[in-house]
Each structure stands twice: as structure tokens, then as C-alpha cells.
């Protein structure tokens, strides 16, 4: 088998494989919907796959790269997804080999960590990745939401020429992916996510919130930006449409937990990810840039960017990374 990057003549041959993997049944949206950034034939130099004699595709990966803003300044992270295998070449190690020549080519590239999402961790546990940081999900059965807009307020649903204006609320938030141009509107677009915005004086978007990601994150609010009271006003009426119970907060966005917890909504904290340091020196030079220190064990994921206690309860690490909902991979 070979191992290369996609080129551009094949990209929907991949795009193909990965849809007919990863997709549910009589889902509505395709897998390029659901993860128009790490899928973008754009993104095809950090997509991956192996090519049997014949020429066909029989199984690849792909890797998208951003910066984040984390409580020790700007940090690369390699986000990885869209892992498959075609069936009738599983067990000849291909899925393997494809991560062991990825990690390779991000460590030269000198990508300090790796982040992925799996309902199977086992798989990926020899190659260092483990479940760390936190993220709380906020049930809102039960909470006592504002019953209505404030005045001189009006809430209505995202329209594509908001994209720029949501964007500029969600750059406040003080731990994110630094999104690329046009990053935005692919994912504010995405077939299945459906948003509100909070409008004031001149019609100026003031708070925003997103449900779903395509097939992904089912009655959830993915994304939040704004004051926290408009945010909870556009919470209401997203449950009133049955559109959303639950909200991902990732870190920094505590404040929003408390105050939906006062209302009547329970919380539960989850690892933020599987994670793997792929360059600790180059990460312990970051963490002793900022003054945070370096743990002992810096190539422990967990030893770094914390994770959640037995009793539910997030663990800090001295490293604190948020990723929002629409920019998991």
C-alpha cells in the first residue's frame, strides 16, 4: 500500500469513502456538511490515504490545523478526523499506518499537540491519546428561561450576510480557535445548523447562538456568542422551537454554566477530547513562556491540560484550551 496526501483529482473519491463510512443511515446531510473545514479540498495536503496496486483508495485520514488562543498564549493544535477504512481491508493495519505517518509529518512540522474524537479510544491509545481538558454540557430541561425578548430587542434567525457580524461577536471570546477567512461562514452554513441573532439599535447582530452541526451534536447548542443575558433569551427560544436542550460550554464560558444552573439547568463536565503531546519540549516552551510552568510529566496530555475529577468536576491543568462545537473535526 501507498501512503501520500490526496491530490486534487481524487479529493471526492475520498469525500466519497469518508461518507459512506462515517454517515448514519438516512442521514440528511453529507460528512463534507458536517466538516467543511478538515474536508475542503483546500485542506487536501494534510489528507492522507492508502492506495492498494490497483490505484483504488482503500482508506485514509485527514488533519486541520489552526492556532488557539489557550491561557498560555497562541498554541497550534492538529485537529484529526475522518479516520476510515474501506471493510473488505480492515485488520491489515492501514488505519496504522496512516496515523503513524500523519503524527510523523506533524511533529516535523513541530505541532505540539493533537486533538481527536472517537467513540473508540482504545484504538488510539497506543499512539498517546487520551482523554483530557473538560467541557461542561448544560441541560436545560427545567430551567426558567426568560420568557421574552428585552425591550428595543428583536430575535431573529442567521441569515448568511451575518456571518462577518457573529464573527466579530464570537473573536470575544477569550479562548478559541483563531478561524481563518472564510472559516465563518463555512460553519455558520453548514446544511442542518440552524442559528438565532439578537438584533438591536440599526439592526446591529448583539448575540448569536448555534444549534446542531449537520448530523452532528443533535439538540445541542454548539456555539454562543454575546451578553449572557441575550444569549439565554436566544437558549429560550431555541427550546421553545425544539430546536436545542443541551449547551456545549467549553472553557471560559463558566460564567454562562452558573447562571443557567441558577435557573434551574443541571451541568455535567466531559474530557474536552482525546489528546496527545507530539512535541513536549516544544510545548513545555510555551507553558514556561507564559509563566505557567511545565508539569513533570509534560507529555501526559492529562498532566497538562487537565480533565474531570470522579466526581464530575473539571480539573485544572496548567495549560486551558476551549474548543467550540462547530470547530471539532
Not at 22 to 41: E, G, N
Not at 132 to 137: D, K, R
Amino acid at each position: 500500500m501507498q501512503i501520500a496526501s490526496i491530490t486534487p483529482a481524487r479529493h471526492a473519491e475520498f469525500l466519497a469513502l469518508v461518507d459512506a463510512e462515517i454517515r448514519p443511515d438516512r442521514a440528511k446531510t453529507h460528512a463534507w456538511d458536517d466538516f467543511p473545514l478538515i474536508l475542503s479540498p483546500e485542506n487536501a495536503d494534510w489528507t492522507l490515504v492508502a492506495t492498494a496496486p490497483n490505484g483504488q483508495i482503500v482508506a485514509g485520514l485527514a488533519c486541520l490545523i489552526r492556532e488557539f488562543t489557550s491561557s498560555c498564549g497562541k498554541i497550534p493544535v492538529a485537529g484529526i478526523g475522518s479516520v476510515v477504512t474501506r471493510p473488505e481491508f480492515r485488520g491489515q493495519g492501514l488505519s496504522s499506518a496512516l496515523q503513524d505517518a500523519l503524527l510523523k509529518r506533524l511533529r516535523r512540522k513541530n505541532i505540539p499537540l493533537a486533538v481527536l474524537w472517537t467513540d473508540k479510544p482504545e484504538i488510539y491509545a497506543g499512539r498517546g491519546f487520551t482523554a483530557a481538558g473538560w467541557e461542561m454540557h448544560v441541560d436545560l430541561d427545567g430551567a426558567d428561561l426568560p420568557p421574552g425578548v428585552p425591550p428595543g430587542f428583536v430575535v431573529r434567525e442567521f441569515a448568511t450576510p451575518d456571518a462577518d457580524s457573529v464573527q466579530s461577536l464570537y473573536e470575544r471570546h477569550q479562548l478559541r480557535t483563531l478561524r481563518q477567512p472564510g472559516d465563518a461562514a463555512k460553519l455558520y452554513n453548514m446544511p442542518g445548523t440552524r442559528g438565532l441573532v439578537v438584533t438591536g439599535d440599526g439592526n446591529e447582530i448583539v448575540a448569536a447562538i448555534f444549534c446542531g452541526k449537520g448530523a452532528d451534536f443533535p439538540a445541542y447548542v454548539a456555539e454562543w456568542s454575546g451578553p449572557l443575558a441575550l444569549v439565554t433569551v436566544l437558549l429560550a427560544e431555541a427550546v421553545r422551537r425544539a430546536w436545542a436542550r443541551y449547551v456545549l460550554c467549553p472553557p471560559g464560558g463558566q460564567q454562562l454554566v452558573t447562571r443557567l444552573i441558577e435557573a434551574g439547568a443541571s451541568a455535567f463536565a466531559n474530557p474536552g477530547g482525546l489528546w496527545s503531546v507530539l512535541q513536549p519540549d516544544g510545548l513545555s516552551r510555551y507553558l514556561q513562556a507564559s509563566g505557567a510552568g511545565a508539569p513533570a510529566r509534560v507529555a501526559d496530555a492529562a498532566a497538562v491540560l487537565g480533565g474531570v475529577s470522579t466526581a464530575g468536576e473539571p480539573i485544572l491543568g496548567p495549560l486551558t484550551i476551549g474548543i467550540w462545537g462547530l470547530d471539532s473535526v
